[in-house]
Nanobody, 119 residues
Framework: VQLQASGGGLVQAGGSLTLSCAAS????????MGWFRQGPGKEREYVAS????????YYADSVKGRFTISRDIADNMVYLQMRSLKPEDTDAYYC?????????????WGQGTLVTVSS
């Protein structure tokens, strides 16, 4: 499995940004796709996830109502639409994929894309 995240950048507080994750290497019908974030000296934090089959979504409380995760089955893409961004959302964001029922540590991870929110 290969995961390629992109779309990070610099945005002002209150702004919006959409991250993309291109997934390849297998079919993902039995996978959960997720976004995590991590900053220097910080623990990796779960952000959101979506079941590839069915599209059920899950969010961390810290982003609920502001972020939206989605997937495009035809193009094997996963998106994270981020709105009302805050300086505390500044982090490197990573996409991940794992089989339903498996832990994220047993899955595949892409490289990070940096999001910087200025105040």
């Amino acid at each position: 499995v290969q995961l390629q995240a992109s779309g990070g950048g610099l945005v002002q507080a209150g702004g919006s940004l959409t991250l993309s994750c291109a997934a390849s290497g297998r079919t993902f019908s039995n996978h959960v796709m997720g976004w995590f974030r991590q900053g220097p000296g910080k623990e990796r934090e779960y952000v959101a996830s979506i079941r590839w089959g069915g599209g059920t979504t899950y969010y961390a409380d810290s982003v609920k109502g502001r972020f939206t995760i989605s997937r495009d089955i035809a193009d094997n893409m996963v998106y994270l639409q981020m709105r009302s961004l805050k300086p505390e959302d500044t982090d490197a964001y990573y996409c991940a994929a794992t089989l339903v029922g498996r832990s994220w540590s047993q899955g595949s991870w892409g490289q990070g894309t940096l999001v910087t929110v200025s105040s």
